[in-house]
């Protein structure tokens, strides 16, 4: 679904991305299950974290840890977790990102966030509770900007939730404080479309303004 006249001009007014910027982010970027067979270079993904780490979260707190899984035999292992839909997808990526976020995120606070670090460790350090709410809440937002991350690098992206989160971290997180929330598949567009892209809903459905 292409953007109409009307709105391809009120947003060229009101960005300041071009319009081949928006559109790689945003107006033609499409969730993908299928790509071209051009291999993922480790100087991309090095690309794509270095924006994606700059994007805000609270207390500086960068809860996001990525795990690639670039071979055949770790990428087996990791669809044995996913829903048999999500399978296939996953094993013809030509990469694909496990993510999760760091319970004990709050140790890094005295590089990350070093003038508030001695007042809001102790605090987080005494509220397990809340401190994983923070990472868990903070990794989905970094989540959005992996995404973006990755379409401004030319990629197409299909992230999902569909898998056995439990069994990934049994399998890729044991010893660690990380939890998995998203398994997402990477690769160079092929031009192809499995449907028509669904609605979105519309200004004012979706806000308000007090």
Same mark, same amino acid.
């Given at each position: 679904m292409s953007i109409d006249i009307a709105t391809e001009t009120f947003l060229h007014k009101e960005l300041i991305l071009d319009g081949d910027a928006a559109?790689?982010?945003f107006l033609e970027a499409r969730t993908a299950n299928s790509w071209s067979d051009e291999?993922?270079?480790?100087?991309?993904?090095?690309a794509i974290? *270095?924006? +994606?780490?700059?994007? &805000?979260?609270?207390?500086?707190?960068?809860?996001?840890?990525?795990?690639?899984?670039?071979?055949?035999?770790a990428r087996e292992?990791?669809?044995?977790?996913?829903?048999?839909g999500n399978k *296939?997808? +996953?094993?013809?990526? &030509?990469?694909?990102?496990?993510?999760s976020f760091n319970t004990e995120w709050h140790s890094l606070m005295p590089t990350t966030a070093p003038h508030m670090a001695d007042m809001l460790m102790p605090m987080f350090e005494a509220n397990a509770e809340s401190r994983t709410a923070s990472g868990n809440n903070n990794a989905h937002v970094?989540?959005?900007?992996?995404?973006?991350?990755?379409?401004?690098?030319?990629?197409?992206?299909g992230p999902m939730t569909g898998f056995d989160s439990a069994g990934v971290d049994a399998e890729f997180n044991a010893g660690s404080t990380h939890k998995?929330?998203?398994v997402v598949n990477l690769g160079k567009p092929n031009g192809g479309l499995d449907r028509e892209r669904l609605q979105r809903l519309e200004f004012d459905l979706a806000t308000v303004t007090l």
């Open positions: 559109a790689a982010l291999e993922i270079s480790d100087e991309t993904l090095q974290y *270095a924006l +994606t780490k700059m994007g &805000p979260t609270a207390f500086n707190g960068q809860p996001l840890r990525i795990m690639w899984v670039r071979s055949a035999e292992r990791l669809v044995e977790h996913m829903m048999d *296939a997808k +996953t094993l013809t990526a &030509p990469m694909v990102a496990v993510l970094q989540a959005g900007y992996f995404i973006l991350a990755a379409r401004a690098a030319g990629l197409a992206v998995s929330f998203m």
